[in-house]
């Protein structure tokens, strides 16, 4: 099982754990580790941050990227968010830390 | 196998195998209570089972049967658990409950009363519980309870024919003031096997467009929750991220049968390749800790489960639906619940919620 952490800084890059299935419905997205039988529900704004993780990008990128298209939110609170949801995946191990990324 | 990661928290108490009703869909086919004297376990057995049980994580009892009220000493059970600390659920057909045991209920604190009803008129109701004048007895048990301020559930038994009952119900149960009002598919065991022979079912179709129609519209129509009973898998994705499903926690839960015989559930007076002992003689922590088919059962469920349940990103959280239903069907504890077959086969069950 590939090592998964609570702790999520900007300058990771995260990338979806293969081991796990992703299933897309109307309005979100099931995450389900078969191996634990842990499930997690994103909505349509969860499922969009979680494609953004393509193992290329970092979690800075990301956030700028969020700031970008919600402009009209606080930037601090996009970014403890997004961190948040980020810790929160890589933790259940949906989400892995790549090794080495590029920019 | 460590025991505490499976606390018992809940007990299923049979507490009679006879029913004053006849209904077509009953899925343990009690007998009658005037077909002979029944084998009752002692209440000295059954408190001394409470006690071992308490040691093992037991929280919940709930009294069913059969119908429960048949049991004479009944009231005197339901002081001891009360005494107990212990929470109670009924279910029963309300036909022998008066303003007198309502008043002993409350008394007992019980957390939920659940009556069955299967129409909101008497026709409809008697000719599928196949006594005349049921209906009226238990609705008037309704009221007995309604005056008591008890917490009350109307549960119905859906075939085809009582489909245009649901409404008419859950205006009904609104007007008694019931808080909550359960629809149950009627399954194949028992003698629903007999209502699936003649067709009379409800087909898999009908069921999740019926399971829609309450979501989108019927249930914001009426203050009384109305709960409709299906697999998680099949439940709308609102459904499955909203309020808590109801589930069958079959891995935290045992059956005890009106003579003592221990079972995963009531499905033990029929399928009783599935009992696993007697209050009477055997010790129900032995038996909890130790025997072979709850180890299999927690060592099988949901990892092992086979068919379309094997293959549910829910399987987790849903254990199969029913495993009693299953093993009824199939003999065998893992294989797959009939109505996600049944979906599955119909290309009706959601493949993102399909894995392997």
């Known amino acids: 099982m590939p090592d998964g952490t609570k702790i999520v800084t900007r300058e990771d890059c995260l990338k979806p754990n293969q081991e796990m299935v992703f299933r897309k419905e109307e309005e979100g997205a099931f995450l389900f580790d078969p191996h634990t039988g842990n499930l997690k529900y994103l909505n349509a704004n969860g499922v969009n941050i979680y494609e953004l993780c393509d193992g290329r990008k970092t979690v800075g990128d990301i956030i700028t990227l969020l700031m970008e298209f919600y402009p009209e939110m606080a930037v601090e609170k996009i970014a403890a968010d997004t961190k948040l949801f980020f810790e929160n995946l890589a933790a259940m191990q949906f989400l892995t830390k790549c090794e080495s990324h590029g920019s | ?356």
């Open chain 2, 1 to 356: 196998m460590v025991p505490d990661e499976f606390p018992l928290t809940s007990l299923y108490l049979y507490l009679s195998e006879r029913c004053n009703l006849r209904c077509r869909h009953c899925w343990v086919s009690p007998p009658a209570p005037e077909d002979g004297d029944e084998q009752v376990m002692e209440l000295s057995v059954l408190t001394r089972t409470i006690a071992a049980a308490k040691e093992l994580g037991l929280g919940t009892v709930k009294l069913t049967g059969g119908e429960p009220f048949l049991r004479k000493d009944i009231v005197e059970l339901m002081r001891y658990l009360h005494g107990e600390g212990l929470c109670i659920d009924i279910e029963s057909n309300g036909t022998m409950i008066d303003n007198d045991m309502a008043r002993v209920i409350k008394e007992c604190e019980v957390r939920q009363v659940s009556v069955s009803l299967d129409g909101a008129q008497a026709a409809q109701h008697d000719k599928l519980r196949g006594i005349k004048g049921c209906h009226e007895k238990s609705v008037a048990a309704l009221h007995y309870l309604r005056a008591e301020k008890i917490n009350t559930q109307v549960i119905m038994s859906l075939y085809e024919e009582n489909i245009p009952e649901i409404e008419a119900l859950a205006a009904l149960c609104d007007d008694l003031e019931v808080p909550s009002f359960k629809i149950n598919p009627v399954m194949p065991t028992g003698r629903g096997e007999k209502v699936f022979q003649r067709r009379e079912n409800v087909d898999i179709e009908e069921l999740i467009r019926i399971d829609r129609w309450i979501e989108a519209e019927l249930g914001s129509k009426y203050k009384t929750e109305i709960y409709f009973c299906m697999p998680i898998g099949l439940k709308s994705l609102h459904a499955v991220t909203g309020n808590p499903l109801y589930e069958c926690h079959i891995l935290n839960i045992l059956g005890i049968l009106a003579d003592g015989t221990v079972s995963l559930c009531g499905i033990g007076q029929t399928e009783t390749d599935l009992n696993m002992g007697n209050i009477a003689k055997d010790d129900l922590t032995e038996i909890w800790r130790h025997h072979p088919l709850l180890q299999k059962l927690r060592k099988e469920t949901p990892s092992q489960l086979s068919g379309i349940c094997g293959r549910c990103i829910f399987k987790f959280r849903c254990l199969g639906s029913c495993r009693a239903c299953a093993y009824a069907a199939s003999g065998d504890l893992r294989s797959s619940f009939f109505m996600c077959d049944e979906a599955y086969e119909k290309n009706l069950f959601p493949a993102s919620r399909i894995y392997n």
